[in-house]
């Protein structure tokens, strides 16, 4: 159970990752080839990668640190295991 937990929590993470990467380079190509200016325009196309990178690896650390917590604090492992021992179904 604890490897399911830990493989949803790391994959949603990614696919956000991921999607906010790409909505961050589409828009700037697009306001390049576009020609596009205005406030948002121009923010979307100064933003540096490198420190986007870095908020993300930041985001990976805190994410671990909850996730953790949330599995520790909620005792997650020990209702699924008591689950499995019983032969209780799990809930829908």
Known sequence: MRKVYYNLTVTGLSVAVALL????????????KA?????FWDWIGGLDLNTIGFAIVALFAATWAIALAVWRLARIEEKWTARVQTGEAAPD
Do not use: N
């Open 35 to 39: 020609g596009l200016h205005g406030p």
């Open 21 to 32: 990467i790409g909505t961050v380079e589409l828009l700037a190509l697009l306001a390049d």
